[in-house]
């Protein structure tokens, strides 16, 4: 069984799942707004959201968006607070670089997962703890195989 974990919400068109079993639900713009080839937009979506202590909200591009149109989230993964009140917005990019993208009010334009997070301390040492990667990273195990 799925972990179930209930959200207060305000919102006239709440995030929805589009299938049993998806990680994101997805959030529907509020306004009619269009992105010109390369330019970014902050879009409204009309909902806010108390997260329970110990979650947060991520929101991500929708694959078919990006693939078929260019449209990402330019922060992606937006990061939604437990403790913001506000509505949550997203800011869209359009990497087309010929074509205006227009939303429409109720557009499905970006999803939202809810994860648990933990709340790090940071405990200062003189020494890492050795690792198998150690410092590599950025490319050190390449590319095919
Ligand atoms: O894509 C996003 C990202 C963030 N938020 C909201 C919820 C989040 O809790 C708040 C602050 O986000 P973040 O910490 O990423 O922004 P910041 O630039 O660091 O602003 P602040 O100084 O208010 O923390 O803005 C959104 O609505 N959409
Ligand atoms: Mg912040």
Redesign the pocket.
Known sequence: MTDVVEIPIRAEIPPSYAHVGDAGADLRSSEAVQIAPGKRVLVGTGVSIALPEGYAAF?VPRSGLAAKHGIT?L?TP????A??R??????LLNTDTENTFAVEVGDRIAQMIVMPVSRAVFVPVEELSESARGANGFGSTGISS
């Open positions: 929101i989230v922060n937006g990061t939604v607070d403790g913001y506000g509505e949550i917005k997203v800011t």
